[in-house]
């Protein structure tokens, strides 16, 4: 069983910045792909970013230029540095991974951190 837990979320002016982790833990064997979506009252999840274990990067177009996903292999985290934040990047943020464990391959959330931009 894999647990991820994010950390970093909170409220802030538009054009303001935040810093978002989420760290997996338990019997983890490897780690693929990592990445953040959100979902926002109303609206669906979608995703925001994904890094592979190789360190490429994917962004939704919404947050090109602004957001930036990065990864620490060893210490088993996914970061998600937001920056020029706008009231529309309001959202619950939540991580997620692709692991190789004891329990097999599976893919992991975290249980979402909420972000909040004041206009």
């Known amino acids: 069983q894999v647990q991820l837990v994010e950390s970093g979320g909170g409220l802030v002016q538009a054009g303001g910045s935040l810093s978002l982790s989420c760290a997996a833990s338990?019997?983890?064997?490897?780690?693929?792909?990592m990445g953040w979506y959100r979902q926002a009252p109303g609206k669906q999840r979608e995703l925001v970013a994904v890094?592979?274990?190789?360190?490429?990067?994917s962004y939704a177009d919404s947050v090109k230029g602004r957001f930036t996903i990065s990864r620490d292999n060893a210490k088993k985290t996914v970061f998600l540095q937001m920056n020029s934040l706008k009231p529309e990047d309001t959202a619950v943020y939540y991580c997620n991974g692709d692991f190789y464990s004891d329990t097999g391959f599976s893919r992991y959330w975290g249980q979402g951190t909420q972000v909040t931009v004041s206009s």
């Open positions: 890094i592979t274990n190789g360190g490429t990067t």
């Open positions: 338990g019997r983890i064997f490897s780690v693929n792909a």
